[in-house]
Nanobody, 112 residues
Framework: QVQLVESGGGLVQAGGSLRLSCAASGNIFSVNNMGWYRQAPGRQRELVATITSGGSTNYADSVKGRFGISRDNAKNTMYLQMNSLKPEDTAVYYC??????WGQGTQVTVSS
């Protein structure tokens, strides 16, 4: 059974940066679209960014110009580079593969 494991979350001051990683236990990245989502307390899970198997990317308006999604198929790992972080970016961040497989989430907290 393929599993996804996120890492890289933590506490950072506003304006800082974090890099999230999502590692898969199996070779599934190269043929699937992937994405990062986030869920803040009391709010629904929302899309942050997606990347297709061909490398095309898409971002939520709230993170455009600040976040960058990438993938390394050889390492079965996806990344989310988050710059210029804001307190409203505070949430649990989840990676997703093919719309059906989820990681356990990693907490990102941005202090003002």
């Amino acid at each position: 059974q393929v599993q996804l494991v996120e890492s890289g979350g933590g506490l950072v001051q506003a304006g800082g940066s974090l890099r999230l990683s999502c590692a898969a236990s199996g070779n599934i990245f190269s043929v699937n679209n992937m994405g990062w989502y986030r869920q803040a307390p009391g709010r629904q899970r929302e899309l942050v960014a997606t990347i297709t198997s061909g490398g095309s990317t898409n971002y939520a308006d709230s993170v455009k110009g600040r976040f960058g999604i990438s993938r390394d198929n050889a390492k079965n790992t996806m990344y989310l580079q988050m710059n210029s972080l804001k307190p409203e970016d505070t949430a649990v961040y989840y990676c997703n593969v093919a719309g059906v497989l989820w990681g356990q989430g990693t907490q990102v907290t941005v202090s003002s």
